[in-house]
């Protein structure tokens, strides 16, 4: 804070961190690759609606994208997506979403060839995702989820000719419900996967199998090597010499490292500790760690919410932290000395990252929004520091967040007042808060309004007892912790009890609906693309979340009456409070009726109600414009229908 500043209330301080500030600086970066000395990654942009470019690091800082307009590199695969692309010896292998057939960019520039035919109609299509290179049968093996058939769509690991075709792939795998991770040994002699069924979640049980692949390209007799309906697997990956098969298994309570060694038939825990080394696999070809040579591994890992880099030396089992500025980690990669990954901290946007093992410098690629090294705009004055807090819930137990107090170096608060809170719930519900710079957070804690990001019960990052925590209590404990989590920063003079709204989207939108129906605390929200109806959930959704519901509530429609009970569109008449809606017209996941049951339940009762519905969104908005708006209208909607103060723009 200057000698300068102004003193004005809480929530009304005029903050450079703007709505269209934020989306025209901003980009998503993922999906790292390495291939023949060359750094690929993924680009989101907001400002080409949407669409993903694959991004080349060339060797003098510049960037070149890969794939031309119009082509989009973006699968929808469980709807969720990821592992769109990937990339050998130079050539560019992806989903396009327009039509979602696969194509090759060969590395001269020229137009992208097709390897699948045509859908036979845009809704009846066959996706594919989270593919490798057999330069040896020249084949890419990948997820194929056929939506050609009638009824529930059809999931496979399929083998699709790279010199292109009439058929969508040749299937080397059926029968589960689900897969993932396909991977191909050095040699080509093996291939390994993850399954799993209904009503799994791969977060809680999946089975890694393992089969050889003859010269002709098909499959053995697969061989389960790990896992069960109890225990979760993540990310296989080959050691270089093909000796080696890694994975990570929370069969301890916790996300470890293990190996299996191909020619004993034996596994062994790497380095076991109270530590997360894996994540939920929400989207496809996440990757929190890499071989760096066949005796050593480089890993991300997570402990209270907060992530850590280290070297894994596998002859001695030493584990070495790596020095760096970042708190969270993912889509590790490595090659040798050199590691690339995606980064981030509360005071560091999401970037691209170089590392070298032999001298620990790093260097960043890529930042997702350069807007801070913007000189005129003094931003890093107006970031404000994140806090990890815990606090007492229901039932005695502990649940956590990351807490940000307002921060304007040109305004201070009236003497005696304490600042609004914002609560936000993080979607899934297995998933967690990011402590990535957030512009969006700072885009309230510039203006004097508090934010709590609540990693509550089920939340990942804590082992999985405390995710399973969430298991038919959806609805209950997540609602509880918000409550508590604010409760504790006004009992603690950090916030004013008396303002608190919460904001969330998807699973975190029906926490907030939740929150707002059963729980008398909160003075209004707002829900994106939340869900309202449980029932109509169960009813209504995809089928890779079509029995998640089974675990966080109970089968349906065998415990109907809990799915009443817990929907917040069956009790509109308990919803008093001012809330305000933003849904994709094309959202497949929470489709619209949804929102809309609810708005018109709430307008009949003449409640404060906002609702803005964007043409061309699916679950989770990727155009600037439609993000801009949201930013806006949500402020706007509490500065009139909530606080009745003069928030500003």
Same mark, same amino acid.
């Given at each position: 804070?200057?000698?300068?500043?102004?003193?004005?209330?809480?929530?009304?301080?005029?903050?450079? *961190?703007?709505?269209?500030?934020?989306?025209?600086?901003?980009?998503?970066?993922?999906?790292?690759?390495?291939?023949?000395?060359?750094?690929?990654?993924?680009?989101?942009?907001?400002?080409?609606?949407?669409?993903?470019?694959?991004?080349?690091?060339?060797?003098?800082?510049?960037?070149?994208?890969?794939?031309?307009?119009?082509?989009?590199?973006?699968?929808?695969?469980?709807?969720?997506?990821?592992?769109?692309?990937?990339?050998?010896?130079?050539? *560019?292998?992806?989903?396009?979403?327009?039509?979602?057939?696969?194509?090759?960019?060969?590395?001269?520039?020229?137009?992208?060839?097709?390897?699948?035919?045509?859908?036979?109609?845009?809704?009846?299509?066959?996706?594919?995702?989270?593919?490798?290179?057999?330069?040896?049968?020249?084949?890419?093996?990948?997820?194929?989820?056929?939506?050609?058939?009638?009824?529930?769509?059809?999931?496979?690991?399929?083998?699709?000719?790279?010199?292109?075709?009439?058929?969508?792939?040749?299937?080397?795998?059926?029968?589960?419900?689900?897969?993932?991770?396909?991977?191909?040994?050095?040699?080509?002699?093996?291939?390994?996967?993850?399954?799993?069924?209904?009503?799994?979640?791969?977060?809680?049980?999946?089975?890694?199998?393992?089969?050889? *692949?003859?010269?002709?390209?098909?499959?053995?007799?697969?061989?389960?090597?790990?896992?069960?309906?109890?225990?979760?697997?993540?990310?296989?990956?080959?050691?270089?010499?093909?000796?080696?098969?890694?994975?990570?298994?929370?069969?301890?309570?916790?996300?470890?490292?293990?190996?299996?060694?191909?020619?004993?038939?034996?596994?062994?825990?790497?380095?076991?500790?109270?530590?997360?080394?894996?994540?939920?696999?929400?989207?496809?070809?996440?990757?929190?760690?890499?071989?760096?040579?066949?005796?050593?591994?480089?890993?991300?890992?997570?402990?209270?919410?907060?992530?850590?880099?280290?070297?894994?030396?596998?002859?001695?089992?030493?584990? &070495?932290?790596?020095?760096?500025?970042?708190?969270?980690?993912?889509?590790?990669?490595?090659?040798?000395?050199?590691?690339?990954?995606?980064?981030?901290?509360?005071?560091?946007?999401?970037?691209?990252?170089?590392?070298?093992?032999?001298?620990?410098?790093?260097?960043?690629?890529?930042?997702?929004?350069?807007?801070?090294?913007?000189?005129?705009?003094?931003?890093?004055?107006?970031?404000?520091?994140?806090?990890?807090?815990?606090?007492?819930?229901?039932?005695?137990?502990?649940?956590?967040?990351?807490?940000?107090?307002?921060?304007?170096?040109?305004?201070?608060?009236?003497?005696?007042?304490?600042?609004?809170?914002?609560?936000? %719930?993080?979607?899934?519900?297995?998933?967690?808060?990011?402590?990535?710079?957030?512009?969006?957070?700072?885009?309230?804690?510039?203006?004097?309004?508090?934010?709590?990001?609540?990693?509550?019960?089920?939340?990942?990052?804590?082992?999985?007892?405390?995710?399973?925590?969430?298991?038919?209590?959806?609805?209950?404990?997540?609602?509880?912790? %918000?409550?508590?989590?604010?409760?504790?920063?006004?009992?603690?003079?950090?916030?004013?009890?008396?303002? %608190?709204?919460?904001?969330?989207?998807?699973?975190?939108?029906?926490?907030?609906?939740?929150?707002?129906?059963?729980?008398?605390?909160?003075?209004?929200?707002?829900?994106?693309?939340?869900?309202?109806?449980?029932?109509?959930?169960?009813?209504?959704?995809?089928?890779?979340?079509?029995?998640?519901?089974?675990?966080? *509530?109970?089968?349906?429609?065998?415990?109907?009456?809990?799915?009443?009970?817990?929907?917040?569109?069956?009790?509109?008449?308990?919803?008093?409070?001012?809330?305000?809606?933003?849904?994709?017209?094309?959202?497949?996941?929470?489709?619209?009726?949804?929102?809309? !049951?609810?708005?018109?339940?709430?307008? &009949?009762?003449?409640?404060?109600?906002?609702?803005?519905?964007?043409?061309?969104?699916?679950?989770?908005?990727?155009?600037?414009?439609?993000?801009?708006?949201?930013?806006?209208?949500?402020?706007?909607?509490? !500065?009139?229908?909530?606080?009745?103060?003069?928030?500003?723009?």
């Amino acid at each position: 804070m200057s000698s300068s500043a102004k003193t004005a209330p809480y929530g009304s301080w005029k903050s450079p *961190i703007t709505s269209d500030l934020i989306v025209a600086q901003s980009i998503s970066l993922s999906e790292v690759r390495l291939d023949g000395g060359q750094v690929y990654w993924l680009e989101g942009r907001p400002q080409e609606q949407g669409r993903s470019v694959v991004v080349r690091g060339e060797e003098d800082g510049r960037q070149t994208d890969m794939i031309s307009k119009p082509y989009n590199a973006r699968t929808r695969v469980h709807e969720y997506g990821g592992g769109s692309w990937t990339v050998g010896g130079g050539t *560019i292998y992806f989903s396009n979403f327009a039509d979602a057939r696969l194509y090759r960019q060969p590395p001269d520039g020229s137009a992208p060839q097709p390897l699948t035919p045509e859908p036979p109609a845009r809704d009846r299509q066959w996706r594919f995702a989270d593919g490798v290179i057999d330069q040896r049968r020249t084949h890419w093996i990948g997820v194929r989820e056929d939506h050609t058939v009638d009824g529930e769509p059809v999931n496979t690991i399929v083998a699709v000719d790279l010199d292109g075709g009439r058929e969508p792939g040749h299937v080397l795998a059926r029968g589960h419900d689900f897969y993932a991770s396909p991977r191909l040994s050095p040699d080509g002699n093996w291939l390994t996967w993850l399954a799993w069924d209904h009503p799994n979640m791969p977060w809680n049980g999946t089975l890694l199998y393992l089969a050889e *692949i003859d010269a002709e390209g098909a499959l053995g007799e697969p061989q389960p090597v790990a896992g069960g309906a109890a225990e979760s697997i993540f990310q296989p990956e080959w050691s270089p010499d093909g000796a080696r098969l890694a994975f990570v298994s929370d069969r301890s309570g916790w996300w470890n490292l293990y190996d299996f060694d191909l020619a004993a038939r034996t596994t062994r825990a790497l380095a076991p500790m109270a530590a997360e080394f894996g994540a939920p696999q929400w989207t496809f070809g996440m990757s929190s760690y890499d071989f760096a040579g066949p005796e050593r591994i480089v890993c991300a890992y997570t402990q209270a919410g907060l992530g850590r880099l280290a070297v894994l030396d596998l002859a001695d089992g030493a584990l &070495r932290p790596l020095d760096t500025p970042f708190t969270e980690f993912g889509s590790v990669r490595a090659a040798g000395a050199r590691v690339v990954f995606r980064a981030g901290a509360p005071d560091h946007p999401a970037s691209i990252v170089s590392l070298d093992l032999g001298s620990g410098q790093h260097a960043v690629l890529k930042k997702a929004t350069d807007i801070l090294d913007r000189a005129d705009l003094h931003l890093a004055d107006y970031l404000t520091k994140v806090e990890s807090v815990e606090f007492q819930t229901t039932d005695g137990e502990t649940a956590f967040g990351l807490f940000y107090p307002p921060r304007n170096p040109d305004y201070a608060g009236v003497a005696g007042e304490r600042p609004p809170l914002l609560v936000k %719930c993080h979607g899934g519900p297995t998933s967690a808060a990011s402590s990535t710079l957030n512009l969006g957070i700072q885009f309230w804690t510039s203006r004097g309004i508090a934010v709590l990001d609540v990693n509550y019960r089920g939340s990942t990052g804590f082992g999985r007892a405390y995710r399973d925590r969430l298991r038919l209590s959806w609805g209950v404990v997540d609602v509880d912790d %918000c409550v508590h989590g604010a409760r504790f920063l006004a009992e603690h003079e950090r916030v004013d009890g008396k303002r %608190c709204v919460i904001s969330g989207g998807s699973a975190g939108g029906y926490t907030t609906l939740a929150a707002l129906t059963f729980r008398d605390f909160f003075q209004g929200g707002a829900s994106y693309y939340g869900v309202s109806d449980a029932a109509a959930l169960a009813r209504d959704t995809h089928k890779f979340e079509s029995r998640y519901l089974d675990w966080l *509530i109970g089968p349906y429609p065998q415990e109907e009456a809990r799915y009443r009970e817990r929907s917040p569109l069956y009790h509109a008449d308990r919803l008093s409070k001012p809330v305000i809606f933003f849904q994709g017209d094309e959202d497949a996941v929470v489709p619209p009726n949804q929102t809309e !049951a609810m708005v018109e339940a709430l307008r &009949r009762r003449g409640n404060p109600v906002g609702y803005f519905l964007f043409a061309g969104e699916q679950h989770g908005f990727r155009k600037s414009a439609n993000i801009q708006r949201c930013l806006d209208a949500e402020l706007a909607f509490y !500065a009139i229908d909530v606080f009745r103060t003069g928030l500003t723009f």
